[in-house]
């Protein structure tokens, strides 16, 4: 065969060079090490072979000469003993008298050598890619295939590259998440949507909408009027339908945001700065974040969100957070940042949560929240140290609501909460996010200190519905000015307010100062609208 042969265009010869194996960790080393071992015992099995037949009467001075050429010595020089040169004396052996060759016959078995050498070496090399097959070290699949609707079938395969698993999520998730635009009165927004079902309900963030006056959504570059179904603004949840006259769409596939794990593969899909149709891959970067952010709707709640670094700017919430797999795990919703734009800090929605208040939306429910029944305030040094209190942190009670959970479990007025289930609470934020986080109906342990003692509760959760419609009634009342709304919401010791807890005047001021000192020098969070 010819050392060179022609390029896949027949023009150009190219040298040939043997086949190696594909260089995957551990593979070619192993590979190394079994062709290495087999060369060396067909090596040696040459050198046996090539050692002179004595029969048992043989010389003293040959069986030591043998026994000193060993493993790793030089071989013998053809024609001469091993390790026996001629001395004077020595008589030489009489001629045949058959007149065949004087000289002694030899096996030559260095083709058989060879040949077990080579072969060893592929037996090696062959037993441990066996071995890496049988273990799923190489060659392990875990592919996943589905149809687009659109007559297309595409596999994903988390076991390849990354980009190979981020081109066909890509294409996968794309159909499913659409641009939304709104005009205010203040002008016009942009933020981005998931599909939900064939009816043309989509689910967004509520400060996309809010105050809209008007909503359309771009779908496969074509524009439709939205209307609002309905929202849960304490959880910036919004779902709008869309009249598809006629048209077929692809709901997004929903996964489990429960079984998420910090460095799990995601992928942001929106419109962020306007750019419609984009992706951004990442990781998981942390679970259980809680933030509360004011809104003009009240302060808005937000729990266990899922902390990732794949980009969530401006013009991305609503939009999907999607894994390997292509299935809805999240929906983005803020960024943390110094600037204007996403610096490595993104949130979203967890999927479960965001599809269940959906559910609730869409079905005309109200959506409900776990509820405690307390009026708190932080508990910080300086008015510790005012009023003599036992702890520096924490979140003094103001008031406990009639009828309500901690009132029924024993927590009274003027008892400072400490923990709940094991974990600190420093402030009175800090607790109402702790009780958001958790179900409608869940017992969970608080921990307070009443004077110098410290003391237990257990307290079951119930849910907030009657509060919110107090709520309603509050807000669709006239307010002259902040201060009237301070007094008409808490001036009369009921303790309740726009965000749903109820808080008495001082908090509302503890936590504006809060807020305040928390991002002065620090992070800031933007919306991804």
């Not at 023009?11 to 960790?25: C, G, K, L």
């Not at 589905?146 to 990354?162: K, L, M, R, V, W």
């Not at 998931?194 to 043309?200: A, E, L, N, S």
């Not at 307010?497 to 620090?522: A, M, P, V």
Request: aromatic share 4%; proline share 4%; hydrophobic share 35%.
């Amino acid at each position: 065969m010819s050392e060179y042969m022609n390029d896949a265009e027949g023009t150009q010869p190219t040298q040939q060079r043997p086949a190696q194996p594909t260089a995957q960790p551990g593979y070619q080393d192993g590979y190394q090490r079994g062709a290495q071992a087999g060369y060396e015992a067909g090596f040696h099995a040459g050198q046996t072979a090539q050692q002179p037949r004595v029969d048992a009467a043989g010389s003293g001075a040959e069986d030591a000469d043998r026994s000193a050429w060993g493993v790793g010595s030089v071989p013998p020089i053809p024609g001469q003993q091993p390790g026996h040169a001629p001395k004077s004396g020595d008589v030489a052996a009489p001629a045949p008298t058959d007149g065949s060759d004087p000289k002694p016959k030899r096996e030559h078995r260095g083709a058989k050598a060879l040949i077990l050498g080579v072969a060893g070496g592929v037996i090696g090399a062959g037993l441990l890619t066996g071995a890496l097959l049988a273990t799923g070290v190489v060659g392990k699949s875990g592919a996943t295939t589905f149809d687009t609707g659109a007559n297309q079938a595409i596999t994903i395969n988390p076991n390849d590259e990354s980009t190979t698993t981020a081109t066909a999520v890509a294409a996968k998730a794309l159909p499913s998440v659409v641009t939304v635009n709104v005009t205010t009165s203040d002008g016009e927004g942009l933020g981005s949507g998931v599909i939900y079902d064939t009816d043309g309900d989509i689910i967004t963030n509520n400060h996309v909408i809010e105050d809209a006056e008007s909503i359309t959504v771009t779908i496969d570059g074509k524009s439709y009027d939205a209307t609002l179904v309905g929202t849960d603004a304490s959880s910036d949840i919004a779902v709008i339908k869309v009249d598809l006259q006629g048209a077929s769409v692809t709901p997004m596939e929903i996964g489990d945001s429960s079984a998420l794990q910090v460095g799990d593969w995601v992928m942001s899909v929106g419109s962020p700065f306007g750019l419609e149709q984009s992706v951004s891959q990442g990781i998981v970067s942390a679970l259980t974040r809680n933030e509360l952010l004011e809104g003009s709707s009240g302060n808005t709640l937000y729990t266990n969100l899922i902390q990732v670094d794949a980009s969530i700017n401006p013009g991305n919430s609503g939009g999907a957070l999607v894994n390997s797999k292509g299935r809805l795990v999240g929906i983005c919703t803020l960024y943390s940042s110094d600037t204007e734009s996403f610096a490595g800090i993104g949130f979203a929605i967890p999927g479960n949560y965001a599809t269940k208040v959906a559910d609730k939306i869409i079905k005309g429910e109200t959506v409900t929240h776990a509820h405690i029944g307390l009026s708190m305030q932080t508990v910080n040094a300086q008015n510790a140290k005012v009023n003599k209190l036992s702890v520096s942190q924490g979140a003094y009670v103001a008031d406990v609501t009639e009828g309500g959970p901690a009132e029924a479990a024993g927590i009274q007025k003027g008892d400072i909460i400490i923990g709940m289930d094991g974990a600190q609470i420093t402030s009175a934020d800090a607790m109402i996010l702790a009780v958001r986080s958790r179900e409608i109906g869940d017992t969970v342990k608080v921990t307070v200190m009443r004077g110098d003692q410290q003391m237990d509760f257990d307290v079951t959760l119930d849910d907030d519905e009657e509060l919110q419609k107090q709520q309603e009634e509050e807000r669709n009342q006239p307010k002259s000015d902040i201060n009237d709304y301070l007094q008409n919401n808490n001036g009369d010791g009921s303790g309740n307010s726009g965000n749903g807890y109820g808080y008495d005047n001082d908090f509302l001021e503890e936590l504006q100062e809060y807020l305040n000192q928390r991002n002065n020098g620090q992070r800031t969070y933007g919306f991804g609208d």
